[in-house]
C-alpha cells in the first residue's frame, strides 16, 4: 500500500515538472478535452503539416473569391479546416476556422491569433458548417492581418479557453503545441493573389 501511495506521489510530481518546462503554461483542468501545452504531454488529434497547403480562387458570382486551406491535390471546394471568403464589393474578408464544437452555435467568443510576438485578438460567433458536424468559428479578418500571418514562419489560433487549437507552420517538422497542425506552404504567394481578386473593382 505505501509503495502505492509513494509511486502514485512519484507520478504526480514528474507530471508537474514536465508541465513546468512548456514555454506557455498548461490549460487549467476543467469539463470537457483540454489542449495541454507542455511538450510532454501534447497529442495533436490531426496534423496535416506535410500534406496540406494554401490555394485562392476567384470565383465568379453568385460565389466570393475564396482562399482556403486544402490537402494536396485537393479543391478550394473542400477546404481543410479553415477558409476565406471576401466580398469583392468592398473587399471585406470573412474567415472561417473548422473544427469547433457544434454545441457552441449561435454563440460569440473571442479568440486570439498568435502571429510571432503579436497575439491579434478577433471576435467571431460560432455558425453550422454544412459540410461535416463540426462547427465554424467566423470572424472578420483584415488584409493586413492576412498578410501579416503569410509572412511568418507560425502562426496559432487560442481559444477563448486558453487552449491552443490551431497552428500553422512552414516547417512540417517543427515541433508543436496545439489540437489541430496544418501547413502555411504557398499562403504568402495565393494570398497576394486572393487580395487582387477581393480589391473592388
Known amino acids: 500500500m505505501l509503495k502505492r501511495i509513494s509511486l502514485a506521489a512519484g507520478l504526480a510530481m514528474m507530471a508537474a515538472a514536465c508541465a513546468s518546462e512548456g514555454t506557455a503554461p498548461a490549460a487549467p483542468a476543467g469539463p470537457g478535452p483540454v489542449?495541454?501545452?507542455?511538450?510532454?504531454?501534447?497529442?495533436?488529434?490531426?496534423?496535416?503539416?506535410?500534406?496540406?497547403?494554401?490555394?485562392?480562387?476567384?470565383?465568379?458570382?453568385?460565389?466570393?473569391?475564396?482562399?482556403?486551406?486544402?490537402?494536396?491535390?485537393?479543391?478550394?471546394?473542400?477546404?481543410?479546416?479553415?477558409?476565406?471568403?471576401?466580398?469583392?464589393?468592398?473587399?471585406?474578408?470573412?474567415?472561417?476556422?473548422?473544427?469547433?464544437?457544434?454545441?457552441?452555435?449561435?454563440?460569440?467568443?473571442?479568440?486570439?491569433?498568435?502571429?510571432?510576438?503579436?497575439?491579434?485578438?478577433v471576435e467571431g460567433k460560432f455558425e453550422t458548417n454544412t459540410k461535416n458536424p463540426n462547427a465554424d468559428f467566423v470572424f472578420p479578418l483584415t488584409s493586413a492581418d492576412l498578410r501579416g500571418m503569410a509572412g511568418m514562419d507560425m502562426v496559432s489560433v487560442v481559444t477563448d479557453a486558453g487552449d491552443v487549437q490551431w497552428a500553422f507552420v512552414k516547417d512540417p517538422a517543427a515541433p508543436v503545441q496545439a489540437r489541430y497542425v496544418a501547413s502555411l506552404k504557398n499562403l504568402a504567394q495565393q494570398s497576394r493573389d486572393y487580395l487582387v481578386y477581393c480589391n473592388p473593382k
Open 35 to 121: 489542449t495541454p501545452t507542455a511538450p510532454s504531454g501534447v497529442t495533436n488529434a490531426l496534423n496535416i503539416a506535410a500534406t496540406s497547403q494554401w490555394e485562392a480562387e476567384e470565383r465568379l458570382m453568385p460565389q466570393d473569391p475564396i482562399l482556403a486551406l486544402i490537402m494536396s491535390g485537393g479543391s478550394v471546394e473542400q477546404p481543410a479546416g479553415f477558409y476565406m471568403t471576401c466580398n469583392p464589393a468592398n473587399g471585406s474578408i470573412t474567415a472561417r476556422l473548422g473544427m469547433q464544437p457544434s454545441a457552441r452555435v449561435g454563440q460569440t467568443a473571442v479568440y486570439r491569433i498568435r502571429m510571432g510576438a503579436e497575439a491579434k485578438v
